[in-house]
C-alpha cells in the first residue's frame, strides 16, 4: 500500500560507510552463535542471515578494531535471537512462560558471565550447559538450554534459557576481558532494563492491551536494545565519554533522542511486516492510530512526522552540544551520527523487514533532509 510507504522518512544526512571487514565478520559471527546453540544448520540460520548483523554494525562502526565490531554484531545476534523468539515464535505473548527465562538470563548478567555459586560455567562445548535447573530437586542440576535452533520443543519452552544465558555468558565475558569496569556495569543494566521490558511487552500483547503515547516512547527505549548496543559502539570507537560527561544533561538528551529515532525508524520499517504477520500493540504507528483516532495511513504519516520532527531536533542538540562541549565529544556524537544513518541503510536493505515483493514498505526514493 502506497500510504506505508517509507518514502515519507526523511533521509538522515550523515555519511555513509561501511567497515571493510563486514562480511568476514558476518560469517563468522553467524558460526558463534552456532557454537553457543543460538542456531541450527537450517531455517534458524538462515533467519539470522537475513538479519544483517553484521550489516548494521559494519555501518555503525566503518573503523572499529574487528575484534569490537565482532563484539558489538554478536551482540546484535543474540539481540535479533530473543527477539525472534519473542515477536515471532509466540513467546512473547506469553509472559508467565517468558518470566522463569528472564530470571535465568538476569542470573547470568548478575554474575557478569561468571561461574555459579557451585563453580560451574555454562558451557557452550557440552550438549546443553550445566545449568542449575529450578524444576529439579534441591542441590541438583541438570543439563539445559533453551531449544532456539532448529529442534525447538513447545514442551520444553518453560524450562530453560540455555542456549541464550550460554551466549549472554559469553559477551558478558568478553566485555569484561575490555576491562572497563564502568562501561561493563552500564551495558549490564541497559540489558537488564531490556529483559525486563520484554515483560511488560508480553503482558500487553497477552491482555492485547495497547499502551499510551507517553508509556510507550518511555518503554520502547528499552525494548529495542538500542542502548546497550550504543554502549558496545561507544567501546568500539575507543573514547567513551568520561562518567563525569555522560550525567550532562544535554548529553542524556541527545541519548534519548537518538534511541528514539533508532526505535521510530525501525517501527516504521517493519511496520507493515508486523501488521501483515499478527496485531502487535508495540509499533508507534499502532498507538499514535489508538491515541489519536487516525486510521492506519494516517497514522503511519503521523509516525513518519514525528521521526522527521525529531531528525530535525537532533541536528539542533548535536550543534549545540558540540558547541559547547568541544572535541572531547567528537567520538560519542560521530557514533550517533553512524547509528541513525547506519539503521536507515540497514532497513532500507534489510530482509527482516521485506515486503511481499521482497522490499522494504515502499519503491518510491527517500526525500533529502534539507534543514
Not at 546443553?128 to 531449544?147: I, K, Q
Not at 549490564?188 to 495497547?210: D, F, G, H, I, M
Not at 529495542?224 to 550525567?247: F, I, K, N
Request: aromatic share 8%; hydrophobic share 40%; with cysteine.
Amino acid at each position: 500500500m502506497r500510504s506505508f510507504d517509507v518514502s515519507a522518512l526523511y533521509e538522515p544526512p550523515f555519511v555513509s560507510r561501511r567497515h571493510v571487514a563486514t562480511d568476514r565478520v558476518a560469517t563468522e559471527s553467524l558460526e558463534w552463535a552456532r557454537r553457543q546453540g543460538l542456531v541450527g544448520a537450517g531455517p534458524s540460520a538462515s533467519r539470522l542471515h537475513r538479519a544483517g548483523a553484521a550489516e548494521l554494525a559494519g555501518r555503525a562502526c566503518p573503523q572499529a578494531p574487528v575484534t569490537r565490531l565482532r563484539l558489538l554484531t554478536d551482540l546484535f545476534s543474540w539481540l535479533f535471537v530473543m527477539d525472534d523468539i519473542c515477536d515471532d515464535d509466540g513467546l512473547g505473548s506469553a509472559p508467565a512462560t517468558l518470566a522463569p527465562m528472564v530470571a535465568a538470563l538476569l542470573e547470568v548478567l548478575d554474575r557478569h558471565g561468571g561461574p555459579t555459586d557451585s563453580g560451574a560455567w555454562a558451557d557452550p562445548g557440552g550438549p546443553a550447559g550445566a545449568w542449575a535447573d529450578p524444576g529439579g530437586p534441591a542441590g541438583t542440576s541438570t543439563a539445559w538450554r533453551w531449544p532456539v535452533g532448529d529442534d525447538v520443543r513447545p514442551a520444553d519452552r518453560d524450562t530453560t534459557a540455555g542456549a541464550l544465558g550460554v551466549a549472554l555468558a559469553d559477551l558478558c565475558r568478553r566485555v569484561v576481558d575490555q576491562r572497563r569496569p564502568t562501561l561493563l556495569l552500564r551495558l549490564v543494566s541497559q540489558l537488564r532494563e531490556y529483559l525486563l521490558a520484554l515483560l511488560w511487552e508480553a503482558a500487553n500483547r497477552e491482555r492485547r492491551r495497547v499502551p499510551g503515547l507517553a508509556e510507550y516512547r518511555q518503554m520502547r527505549r528499552h525494548t529495542g536494545g538500542v542502548r546497550p548496543s550504543l554502549t558496545l559502539t561507544d567501546l568500539a570507537y575507543g573514547r567513551p565519554p568520561a562518567p563525569a560527561r555522560r550525567v550532562d544533561p544535554a548529553l542524556l538528551a541527545l541519548d534519548d533522542l537518538t534511541v528514539d529515532l533508532v526505535c521510530w525508524c525501525n517501527d516504521l520499517f517493519s511496520y507493515r511486516k508486523e501488521r501483515d504477520a499478527v496485531a502487535d500493540p508495540h509499533n508507534l504507528v499502532t498507538v499514535l492510530a489508538a491515541q489519536h483516532g487516525r486510521d492506519e495511513a494516517a497514522a503511519f504519516q503521523l509516525a513518519a512526522g514525528w521521526f522527521n520532527d525529531g531528525l530535525a531536533g537532533y541536528l539542533v542538540r548535536e550543534a549545540t552540544l558540540a558547541a559547547h562541549a568541544g572535541p572531547a565529544v567528537t567520538p560519542y556524537l560521530a557514533a550517533r551520527r553512524a547509528w541513525l544513518r547506519a539503521t536507515y541503510d540497514w532497513s532500507m536493505r534489510a530482509d527482516r523487514y521485506a515486503g511481499p515483493a521482497g522490499t522494504p514498505g515502499g519503491t518510491q526514493p527517500p526525500h533529502r533532509f534539507e534543514g
